[in-house]
C-alpha cells in the first residue's frame, strides 16, 4: 500500500462539507474523543483543518519513515459546489493515506471521519424515505 501527503485543499474541502452539510444552520457536526466533545465551526475550522493535516502527514512519515514537517494554511476551498457523492470519496481517499500509522482507528481525525460521514450519508438521495429495519415484507424503494 502507498500513501502520499494530501493537498491542503484537500483537507480545506473536508472541512468545508462538515460546515456546509450541516444538518440545520444551528446544529454543528460533533464527534466524541478523549472523553471530550469536538464541534465543527467557523471559530475551530483552521484547528480542525491542521489536525487532520497532522494525521496525514503522521501516517506517511510513519509509513516511509521520514520526517515531512506540517504545511497547513485554513482559508475556503477554491471551489466550494462539491457534491455530497464527491465529498463522501474525498474522505475515503483521505483515510487511506492516514491509516497506516499505528492507533489510527482511534484517532481524532478517525472520528471526525465517521462523524463527517455519517453526516454526509444522510445527505444522500432517498435516505430518508429507505426503511429502517427490513424484513421478508419490506420493499426496495425501485419496487414502491
Known sequence: MSAWVVDGEHVRVLVWAGLHFRATTDLELGW???????????????????????????????????????????RAPRHTSWSVAEAL??????EYQSSERPGWNRSQAKIFCNALKGLLLRRVDGYDDAPWGIDSTTKPRAER
Open 89 to 94: 470519496k474525498a474522505i475515503s481517499c483521505y
Open 32 to 74: 466524541y474523543y478523549r472523553k471530550k466533545w469536538h464541534y465543527l465551526n467557523r471559530e475551530s475550522a483552521a484547528e480542525v483543518g491542521k489536525m487532520l493535516m497532522r494525521a496525514n502527514v503522521a501516517s506517511v512519515n510513519y509509513r516511509y519513515d521520514e520526517s515531512t514537517p506540517v504545511s497547513y494554511h485554513h
